[in-house]
């Protein structure tokens, strides 16, 4: 009997275990393009639980990638392009709100190729570089060399003031895996693309209006929790 009770109770603690861990937040985009599965990083929690309540209310369904930049960067998120007529200029659209900004650059979070982030307005306008509610971009980019990244680091330095520094780790994905630098410490990563890289490839590579908007739509058909 006694033996039994000890079984049961092993169970109970390997059940309650099991339940205590977390599991990753994932996101399935559906779009015109294929499909690109997205985890949601614990470390930013405001942009991810954000995210993740959009998924699941259905914001982005039917929402167009209406911004892309070859070797750059593709953009969508924006409510107005649901229903966008052709040729049309987005990206002012969003929610009443906005994210605090959320660097993870100690957390080796920064913009490597296929990372997900969230867009924002400038400086200018937006001095505490919070993000859109709504509005985000998938990281593509480029391979750089270290004469690059050098002169790259000017640039971070001049509009950081020198409180962003790419470590020897980062220059080197930079310099193999690729990605945007110049953007580390001013916007917010909080996901990384897992399967569908080279869905975001084919999309990058679409021709553009001078807009940047797709001349033929790219459209997230719908997105949900995986």
């Not at 553009?208 to 033929?216: I, K, S």
Request: hydrophobic content about 40%; aromatic content about 8%.
């Amino acid at each position: 009997m006694k033996n039994i009770f000890a079984i049961i109770a092993v169970a109970v603690m390997i059940t309650l275990v099991a339940s205590c861990k977390k599991k990753e937040t994932r996101v399935v985009m559906e779009t015109t393009k294929g499909d690109i599965e997205l985890k949601l990083y614990d470390a930013t929690p405001l942009h991810r639980d954000n995210f993740k309540n959009l998924v699941e209310e259905g914001a982005y369904d039917s929402l167009l990638f209406h911004r892309i930049i070859k070797n750059f960067m593709i953009q969508g998120g924006d409510p107005d392009s649901k229903y966008a007529e052709p040729g049309v200029l987005l990206g002012d659209g969003d929610l009443p709100y906005t994210i605090p900004a959320e660097f993870r650059l100690d957390e080796g979070i920064f913009h490597r190729r296929g990372t997900l982030a969230a867009a924002r307005e400038g400086d200018d306008v937006n001095p505490e570089q919070r993000s859109s509610a709504m509005q985000f971009y998938i990281v593509w980019g480029k391979v750089f060399n270290d004469e690059e990244l050098d002169r790259v680091q000017g640039r971070i330095d001049k509009y950081t003031n020198g409180r962003v520094k790419l470590t020897s780790e980062m220059r080197e994905v930079y310099k193999t895996v690729g990605g945007t630098p110049h953007l580390d410490g001013q916007y917010t990563v909080f996901g990384e693309v897992v399967s569908g890289l080279d869905v975001v490839d084919a999309i990058q590579q679409v021709a553009t209006d001078t807009n940047d908007r797709p001349v033929e739509d790219v459209r997230i058909i719908r997105a949900y929790l995986k």
